[in-house]
């Protein structure tokens, strides 16, 4: 027979004979499997308790080579060590823990009845097993360390249990133990409060008082919380001479589920919720699925043993029948069942302890009860309930629980992983939404794929990430659990709800929700309630944004509910309700080619990603390319502005190559667009092929306005292309027509241009006039009069006037900055580059520099053919001036951002 002692100096018997192991490793893999009481443990679950974190190679091979060599060291009795699919396992147990813990629960039970003696020959025995500190020889083994770390905990209780009945009977021996315990555990309340007693007792009332002092002052510098309301009642007790026995039963010492060797992150909610958890009351964790609920609550357990402070542990999970929630709470603290009320049982055993309870979403009804009458009948109680939702009773404090912060994320990347930070550690936390659950299985994939290789296919992020520890439960073993647990205890209409918001990657708005979400049985008034408790359940989220409040999924989300769109059928059908949104967005966002307004700007920013996703479906899976035109066409100075011109060039084209021979309104904008977006990429012959069919187009469709559009585009086309007199041909044509129908701000833009037309010939008397009419149109267009103002700057240059061509070209600036128009400040970067480069070349060259960076990266390399030779010429002598430092002034520029370049040339004196 095999027996092993884990309660001292590790020792392995068989027969009675002492078993020799040439390797610490092979002792501690048999102990590890011995404290396991002949349950199998998995290869993974192994690997972490005896190499920890380190980075291994082949580590499940490493593994078995242990546990041949261990077969080898049994010799005759190599049978009791098994392997299954589930992992090795040891017919054996730590037979001196077995007799311990025996002995603990008789005396926990003893002190429950009030049978005092019992209990204290149950703590004897139970000491007896003791000969030294537990799992000598073995604590450098991770898991070692931490079941040392708590049989020393359960030794130190089992001590305090005689010692409290010592001091109870004000036995004179019992100070000079508690005082030597209380130098080796200086924050354990419980044991210091013992202390206070026995030195009150010894007539040492000042001693007693200064040592709850001391402990207040420990906890409150080194842990950040204050005492417990027992330690504080104690306190004013011996002030007024009123010290009591130590009659409350004591909760049996529970074990946390286990928690990993490092807790990375989450340093201030740790620090907030001990603080809180201090005093009595119900404290609630709430976040989505992986967000790490457990593992916070886990490390506020293990913090609040350490202070002597008894600690239950009710994890939910298993549970399915809110019937069931009373007895687990009494299996839980290790009661039996007995005739009357169960709460008032639990709440006698728990007050003065801290209770957590853990994934109580599911039976959230039944646990606020619980949690209400536990509170109720058991003052000094302190709850933590971790959950997806809150349990909606008074008193309750709520915690959020949101994704790590950036830095903590790939800090707990990387000491998961082994690995050092780096763009690829960043950018998979950033695909698991910095989601705790999600960092750490990816971390786990390091056994078998490098960071690189992880990095590349993180995006199948439900499928790559399923590798995590079977211990830890189902719901933590892949993101895919993770949410199945969540989405398994939603109604079908939040099911529904859920699966239909994956199409707004970008999250939406009410509005949105209500325009998209409806279909079959679902109408548009469930919609606000249905979000309230998705929100309710942290499964979507809500910000503000452009004045409005938007829902939202994270990312693994949303892909989860993607999945579960397309397994319903429902996905063609909510694709087009969020096509004919989205086309309705985009119609009401049409400005004609100028930006919008700021507010404008500003939702078409936050759409964008549900236009790119609704543009994706139509190219792809929905099979409608022709639809892009009208998602498009009317956003096109968005894309101009979001440096996206390539893509919206190339979603024109398949959207008109897709259309009809008979002209259509949608097609007959998308060739007017295609003009337009060809024109700023620089493809001046596209620009006018498109122009010319739009014009075209729009003549057979008798569309006035769409007609004077066009003119409007053609007229700039033909500057570009030098071909100045077609260009005025243009533009009179179109202001004709615009002054026809009374369309002021296009009659304006026209004159505009026609002002363009006449600088480049050098008729400048003639262009300041056009561009003065066109301002005196529109005086209250703010983009009008910046655009005005700039050209105005610029035939203030060709005049030789650089003072007055420098003010107007700041006025403008100002205007651009403010709404944030990137191309205009890269046009005014330049012509003020025109105005220094003789007398500050490095300076000019610098701004030329910035602004081809940003026109290369926005894709606009500007057609004017006057401001073109401008710039060409600045350049060239801004070299010549600078010498053979040019070129490292030119690379260098290129790390300049724009803003900070426009913020200096508008700074206050320059």
């Known amino acids: 027979m095999l027996e092993v002692r884990v309660l001292g100096p590790v020792e392995v018997t068989a027969a009675g004979v002492p078993l020799v192991m040439a390797g610490t490793l092979e002792r501690a893999l048999l102990v590890r499997l011995a404290l396991a009481g002949g349950r199998s443990v998995s290869d993974d679950q192994l690997v972490r308790d005896l190499w920890g974190d380190a980075e291994l190679a082949r580590p499940v091979q490493r593994l078995r080579v242990l546990a041949s060599r261990l077969r080898s060291s049994l010799g005759p009795h190599a049978e009791l060590l098994q392997r299954s699919p589930a992992g090795f396992s040891l017919a054996a147990g730590a037979l001196d823990l077995e007799l311990a813990t025996k002995a603990t629960e008789r005396m926990y039970r003893a002190r429950t009845a009030g049978n005092r003696t019992a209990a204290d020959l149950a703590a004897t025995e139970a000491l007896q097993q003791w000969r030294g500190p537990a799992l000598t020889g073995l604590r450098t083994i991770p898991y070692a360390a931490k079941d040392a770390e708590h049989l020393d905990a359960e030794h130190l209780e089992l001590q305090l249990a005689l010692l409290e009945s010592e001091v109870d009977r004000h036995s004179p021996t019992a100070g000079a133990e508690l005082d030597r315990l209380a130098r080796q555990n200086p924050l354990h309340e419980r044991l210091i409060g013992l202390l206070a007693r026995s030195l009150y007792y010894d007539g040492r009332r000042a001693d007693a008082l200064n040592a709850l002092t001391d402990l207040k002052e420990r906890l409150a510098d080194q842990l950040g919380i204050d005492p417990t309301p027992a330690t504080t009642d104690l306190e004013l007790k011996l002030l007024q001479h009123q010290p009591e026995p130590s009659t409350t039963p004591r909760v049996v010492p529970i074990r946390t589920p286990e928690a990993g060797s490092t807790f990375v992150g989450r340093a201030d909610e740790l620090r907030t919720l001990r603080a809180e958890l201090a005093h009595p009351g119900l404290t609630t964790v709430l976040g989505g699925p992986g967000v790490g609920k457990t593992r916070l609550a886990q490390q506020v357990a293990l913090s609040t043993q350490k202070t002597g402070r008894p600690v239950a542990w009710l994890d939910l999970a298993p549970l399915r029948s809110p019937a069931s929630v009373n007895s687990a709470l009494e299996a839980a603290i290790g009661l039996d069942s007995r005739p009357g009320d169960p709460i008032a049982h639990c709440a006698e055993t728990l007050d003065g302890s801290l209770l957590v309870i853990d994934n109580a979403e599911h039976l959230i009804d039944e646990v606020a009860k619980l949690a209400a009458e536990l509170l109720r009948t058991a003052p000094a109680l302190s709850i933590l309930v971790t959950s997806q939702r809150p349990l909606h009773i008074s008193s309750e404090e709520l915690h959020h629980l949101n994704a790590l912060p950036a830095d903590a994320a790939v800090a707990l990347f990387c000491a998961r992983a082994g690995a050092l930070p780096g763009p690829e550690a960043e950018a998979i936390c950033t695909a698991v939404d910095r989601l705790p659950l999600g960092i750490e299985l990816a971390a786990g994939l390091?056994?078998?794929?490098?960071?690189?290789?992880?990095?590349?296919?993180?995006?199948?992020?439900?499928?790559?990430?399923?590798?995590?520890?079977?211990?830890?439960?189902?719901?933590?073993?892949?993101?895919?659990?993770?949410?199945?647990?969540?989405?398994?205890?939603?109604?079908?209409?939040?099911?529904?709800?859920?699966?239909?918001?994956?199409?707004?990657?970008?999250?939406?708005?009410?509005?949105?929700?209500?325009?998209?979400?409806?279909?079959?049985?679902?109408?548009?008034?469930?919609?606000?309630?249905?979000?309230?408790?998705?929100?309710?359940?942290?499964?979507?989220?809500?910000?503000?944004?452009?004045?409005?409040?938007?829902?939202?999924?994270?990312?693994?989300?949303?892909?989860?509910?993607?999945?579960?769109?397309?397994?319903?059928?429902?996905?063609?059908?909510?694709?087009?309700?969020?096509?004919?949104?989205?086309?309705?967005?985009?119609?009401?966002?049409?400005?004609?080619?100028?930006?919008?307004?700021?507010?404008?700007?500003?939702?078409?920013?936050?759409?964008?990603?549900?236009?790119?996703?609704?543009?994706?479906?139509?190219?792809?899976?929905?099979?409608?390319?022709?639809?892009?035109?009208?998602?498009?066409?009317?956003?096109?100075?968005?894309?101009?502005?979001?440096?996206?011109?390539?893509?919206?060039?190339?979603?024109?084209?398949?959207?008109?190559?897709?259309?009809?021979?008979?002209?259509?309104?949608?097609?007959?904008?998308?060739?007017?667009?295609?003009?337009?977006v060809a024109r700023h990429s620089g493809d001046l012959d596209e620009a006018l092929d498109c122009g010319e069919r739009a014009l075209t187009a729009f003549h057979t469709l008798g569309d006035t306005g769409g007609l004077i559009l066009t003119l409007y585009g053609l007229c700039l086309t033909s500057i570009g292309l030098g071909r100045y007199t077609e260009a005025i041909d243009y533009g009179e044509d179109g202001c004709h027509l615009a002054a026809a129908v009374d369309d002021q701000p296009l009659l304006a833009g026209l004159l505009d241009n026609l002002g363009i037309a006449l600088r480049c010939l050098g008729r400048l008397d003639e262009?300041?006039?056009?561009?003065?009419?066109?301002?005196?149109?529109?005086?209250?267009?703010?983009?009008?009069?910046?655009?005005?103002?700039?050209?105005?700057?610029?035939?203030?240059?060709?005049?030789?006037?650089?003072?007055?061509?420098?003010?107007?070209?700041?006025?403008?600036?100002?205007?651009?900055?403010?709404?944030?128009?990137?191309?205009?400040?890269?046009?005014?970067?330049?012509?003020?580059?025109?105005?220094?480069?003789?007398?500050?070349?490095?300076?000019?060259?610098?701004?030329?520099?910035?602004?081809?960076?940003?026109?290369?990266a926005l894709g606009t390399p500007g057609y004017v053919p006057d401001r073109l030779a401008d710039r060409t010429t600045a350049l060239t002598a801004a070299r010549k001036a600078v010498g053979g430092d040019a070129v490292l002034i030119e690379r260098t520029a290129r790390d300049i951002p724009l803003k900070q370049l426009v913020d200096g040339l508008l700074a206050p004196g320059e």
């Open 446 to 676: 390091t056994r078998t794929l490098t960071i690189t290789q992880i990095a590349k296919r993180i995006n199948d992020r439900l499928r790559l990430l399923i590798g995590g520890p079977r211990d830890n439960g189902r719901r933590h073993t892949s993101l895919q659990s993770a949410l199945d647990w969540s989405h398994d205890l939603l109604d079908p209409t939040s099911r529904i709800v859920l699966r239909r918001l994956a199409v707004f990657p970008g999250g939406c708005t009410l509005e949105a929700a209500e325009a998209v979400i409806p279909g079959g049985d679902l109408d548009a008034a469930d919609i606000v309630p249905v979000l309230t408790e998705l929100v309710d359940r942290s499964l979507v989220t809500v910000r503000s944004a452009a004045g409005v409040r938007r829902f939202g999924l994270l990312e693994t989300v949303r892909d989860y509910a993607t999945n579960r769109l397309r397994e319903s059928g429902d996905e063609p059908v909510v694709r087009e309700l969020q096509i004919a949104w989205c086309r309705q967005l985009a119609t009401t966002a049409d400005t004609g080619g100028d930006p919008g307004s700021k507010e404008l700007i500003a939702v078409v920013n936050e759409e964008e990603p549900n236009l790119r996703s609704a543009i994706d479906w139509c190219l792809g899976d929905g099979g409608r390319p022709e639809a892009v035109l009208g998602l498009v066409s009317p956003l096109w100075w968005h894309w101009r502005m979001r440096g996206s011109l390539p893509e919206a060039r190339i979603w024109l084209r398949t959207g008109l190559a897709h259309t009809g021979p008979a002209p259509t309104p949608d097609q007959a904008v998308g060739l007017r667009v295609l003009a337009s």
């Open 767 to 856: 262009a300041e006039a056009k561009i003065l009419e066109a301002l005196s149109i529109q005086p209250d267009d703010e983009f009008a009069v910046a655009a005005g103002t700039e050209h105005l700057g610029m035939i203030a240059w060709r005049r030789g006037e650089p003072g007055r061509a420098r003010q107007l070209y700041l006025e403008a600036l100002r205007y651009f900055l403010d709404r944030d128009l990137v191309e205009a400040q890269i046009g005014i970067l330049e012509s003020i580059a025109c105005l220094e480069v003789t007398e500050h070349p490095i300076a000019a060259l610098r701004m030329l520099s910035v602004a081809a960076h940003h026109r290369e």
